[in-house]
């Protein structure tokens, strides 16, 4: 897998150019640059439930949440990624501010990353249901179905097995990886804040208003602080 590294903030939009023109690569940032493109199903604390189990579960009791009644099963399983279910989905985004957010937006003290990818083949979900597929790591658009998908650009990709981590020896196409470093991390949540690239954004519900108003507070400092309506939004 290609790995660079960002220098700085001016280097971060020189590397967006590139993709400008081109729709077929989606992006994915995690906070800590070690950690594997696993599943959140296929981490240690929930390996010893089968992921399948957990969503007959929460497809039981869901319903009462759920603004309509004819969702699909890749709607569903897409809403429950969303929500915080361990699943065998793992978040894509089209837009690579939205890459850029989650790998710089927490783990000050650590490195994130950025991954690129560009896979050779889409799954015609319309075709298959989510746990009909035998092919070992799939990708695929879902369905509008929430907000959170929408403001994020949600895109993912489906693990056979949630164990398997998406890598050289698993991808279906390009792969790549950008270091984002511990030391530009608040410059960059700073900076894609003033792009309108933040946890009100991209979490259009009350929890997303929270943690946007807790990151606010947190570095006050950098808005002289001042706390008021106007610096809020």
Do not use: C
């Amino acid at each position: 897998m290609k790995e660079t590294t960002l220098k700085s903030i001016d280097q971060l939009h020189k590397f967006l150019e590139r993709f400008r023109k081109a729709s077929h690569f989606k992006f994915r940032g995690q906070s800590d640059k070690y950690w594997e493109l696993t599943p959140k199903a296929g981490r240690q604390e929930f390996k010893k439930v089968r992921d399948i189990t957990i969503f007959e579960h929460w497809k039981r009791r869901a319903p009462y949440y759920l603004e309509r009644e004819n969702y699909n099963e890749w709607e569903l399983l897409s809403i429950a990624q969303h929500t915080g279910l361990p699943t065998r989905l793992l978040d894509w985004t089209h837009n690579p501010l939205v890459a850029f957010f989650f790998a710089a937006s927490e783990n000050y003290e650590k490195d994130g990353a950025v991954y690129i990818y560009k896979a050779n083949h889409r799954v015609l979900h319309e075709k298959y249901g989510p746990f009909e597929l035998t092919i070992p790591i799939a990708f695929f658009q879902p369905n509008v179905s929430s907000n959170r998908i929408a403001n994020q650009f949600g895109y993912f990709t489906i693990h056979l097995d949630p164990k398997n981590a998406l890598n050289d020896d698993t991808k279906d196409g390009h792969l790549e990886k950008l270091i984002i470093p511990s030391e530009l991390k608040k410059e960059i949540t700073h900076m894609l804040n003033q792009y309108g690239i933040n946890y009100l954004t991209l979490f259009p519900d009350l929890e997303g208003l929270s943690k946007h108003l807790s990151w606010f507070a947190e570095n006050n400092n950098f808005w002289n602080n001042t706390f008021d309506e106007d610096g809020l939004d």
